[in-house]
C-alpha cells in the first residue's frame, strides 16, 4: 500500500508515503545519478550491513548491538552445529530452532541458511547443475524482464548500487539459471529481492540452490503464474486479523481493502523490502527455520500499524 | 471511490486514477513527479500497488484524486481486477523507447473498456521523451489510439497537462451521469430554472422513449 520500503515499525506519520521519499532525500543530499560507478561508495558511511542509504539503513534505535564475547560463544556453538548438520536436525532440532530464534551470528548466517534450507543438500545432489545453467543462453523474454529489475532491488546497499557491478551480474546469473532450471515458472519480479538478499550472504551458486527451496520448498506457488498462492494467504491472513483485532478488520472490510493491496509485498519478499534490516535478517532466520512465514501473530503489529496510518492519511 | 461529495454549488469530486503499463515504463516516477514533483532513478521495482493523493482545484471544482500506482510485470496482470475496479480514470503507460511496452498498451485498452465500458477516462501515456533518440514508437503510431500525452519524468515534462485534462475529463463524465442519475434520463438540465418542477404520478418512469428500447 504506501510504499512499503519504509521501517515498519516506527510510527512515523510524515512516512505515509514511504521509502520513495526517504531514498529521494538521501539521493539529493549526495549522490549524482551518474557517478555511482565511480565508486562514491567509499565516501559514503556504509553500515555495518552494507547499506548506504535508505529507508533500512541500520539506526542505533533500529537494532541493539550484542555483546562480542556472545556473538563469539554463539559463533562457536553455531560451528559446532554446522560440522554436524544431520545429527543436530535429526536428534536436537528444538535447539536448533532455539538458537535460531537468538539470532544465527553474522558471520555464519549465510551458511546456516543454505543448510536449514536445504539448499546444501540440493547443491551436493545436483553438483555442476548451476554452471551448466549459467553457462546456457536463456530465453530472451525473460532476459528482457530480468534485465529491467537489475538495478531495481536494494539501490542502496553497496553490492547492488553501480550498474553492472558484480552484485548486479550475481542476480542476473541467479535469476536467468531459475528460469532455466524451471522454464515453466520463469521470472517473477518478486524473486528478484528474495535473490538479492541471498546473494548479500553467499556466493551466486549457493544463493540459486538457496532460491530454489524457497520458490519450491518454502513458499510454493508464489510466484507461479496466477498469483494464487499469494491471494489465498491474503484471505488466511485477514481472516486471522478478525479474530486479532475486529476494528481494522471492519475498517478494512469497509473501504474494502483487499489483502492484497498491502500483503503481496510483505509475504512475496519474506519482509525483506518490508522491516529495518535488522529484522529482516532476524525474521529470515526463524523463516528457514520454521517454514513459510504464514500469517502469524509476528505480522499483527505490522498489520495494526498499516490499519492506522491507513485511518490517518483516510481522515486527514 | 466513484464520483463522491455532497450536493451544491462547491461540489468537491473524488476520482480514482489508476496507472497501469508494462514494467519499468515509468509508471512510479510519474506519480511521484505529479505528487510530489520528485524525480529518483534509484527505485526499487513495484511489487505492491500503492497510492499518492493530490488535491486540485479546477474553475472552482475541488478534486481529490487517488492515484494508484500499480506492478508493472505480466504475472501481476491476476490482480488487475482489484486494482482497476470503481476507477474513473486510468493512465496506460509505454516507453517511447520500447516498442513492447507500447503493444501491452494497446491490450491495456482493449481489457478495461471490455470490463469497465466507457465509464472509464482513459489516457494513453508515452514516457521517457526525454530519449528521444531512442524512440521506438514512432509518434504516428502512438497517435492512433485513445487520448494521447508525451511525458518525461525525468525532466518533467507533460505531466500537470495529462493529469489537469484527465481530471477535466473526469468532471464532465461525472457530471454527465449525475445529469442521468439527477433527471431520470429525460429533459437534462433545461427544467431547472423559472419552471416549477411537480412531482407526478409515479408511473412516469415507464414512459421514457416512444417504442424503442431506452435502457441506457
Known sequence: ?316 | MAAGGTGGVNKTYSFKVVLLGEGCVGKTSLVLRYCENKFNDKHITTLQASFLTKKLNIGGKRVNLAIWDTAGQERFHALGPIYYRDSNGAILVYDVTDEDSFQKVKNWVKELRKMLGNEICLCIVGNKIDLEKERNVSVQEAEGGAKHYHTSAKLNKGIEELFLDLCKRMIETAQADERAKGNGSSQAGTARRGVQIVDDEPQSAATAGGGCCSSG
Open chain 1, 1 to 316: 500500500m504506501a510504499r512499503n520500503q519504509e521501517n515498519g515499525l516506527q510510527t512515523d506519520s510524515q512516512n505515509l508515503r514511504g521509502n520513495s521519499e526517504n531514498l529521494l532525500e538521501r539521493e539529493s543530499s549526495s549522490i549524482g545519478s551518474d557517478s555511482e560507478i565511480n565508486g562514491f561508495t567509499t565516501e559514503k558511511h556504509t553500515d555495518k550491513y552494507g547499506f548506504i542509504g535508505g529507508a533500512q539503513q541500520h539506526t542505533e534505535e533500529s537494532a541493539q548491538d550484542i555483546p562480542p564475547e556472545v556473538v563469539r560463544q554463539r559463533e562457536v556453538k553455531w560451528l559446532d552445529m554446522l560440522n554436524s548438520w544431520d545429527k543436530w536436525m535429526a536428534k536436537r532440532h528444538k535447539k536448533i530452532k532455539l538458537r535460531c530464534q537468538k539470532g544465527i551470528p553474522p558471520s555464519l548466517r549465510g551458511r546456516a541458511w543454505l543448510f536449514l534450507s536445504g539448499g546444501k543438500v540440493k547443491l551436493e545432489q545436483n553438483h555442476g547443475k548451476f554452471q551448466e545453467l549459467d553457462s546456457k543462453v536463456g530465453d530472451p523474454n525473460w532476459l528482457d524482464v530480468i534485465e529491467k529489475d537489475l538495478h531495481r532491488q536494494f539501490p542502496f546497499h553497496e553490492m547492488f548500487v553501480s550498474r553492472g557491478g558484480h552484485g548486479q551480474q550475481d542476480l542476473y546469473r541467479v535469476l536467468k539459471a531459475y528460469t532455466l532450471y524451471r522454464p515453466e515458472e520463469g521470472y517473477c519480479q518478486a524473486q528478484a529481492p528474495i535473490a538479492a538478499v541471498l546473494l548479500m550472504h553467499m556466493p551466486a551458486e549457493e544463493a540459486f540452490w538457496c532460491l530454489v527451496q524457497i520458490c519450491e520448498k518454502y513458499l510454493p506457488g508464489y510466484y507461479s503464474a496466477g498469483l494464487e498462492a499469494i491471494q489465498l494467504d491474503g484471505e488466511v491472513l485477514f481472516a486471522l486479523l478478525r479474530r486479532v483485532s475486529t476494528v481494522a478488520y471492519k475498517h478494512l472490510k469497509k473501504h474494502k481493502i483487499d489483502p492484497v493491496l498491502y500483503m503481496t509485498e510483505w509475504f512475496m519478499c519474506a519482509f525483506s523490502r518490508t522491516l529495518p534490516w535488522a529484522s529482516v535478517l532476524r525474521v529470515w532466520d526463524m523463516f528457514f527455520c520454521e517454514g513459510k512465514p504464514r500469517p502469524h501473530p509476528l505480522h499483527m503489529p505490522c498489520l495494526t500499524h498499516f490499519c492506522l496510518r491507513h485511518l490517518w492519511f483516510y481522515y486527514r
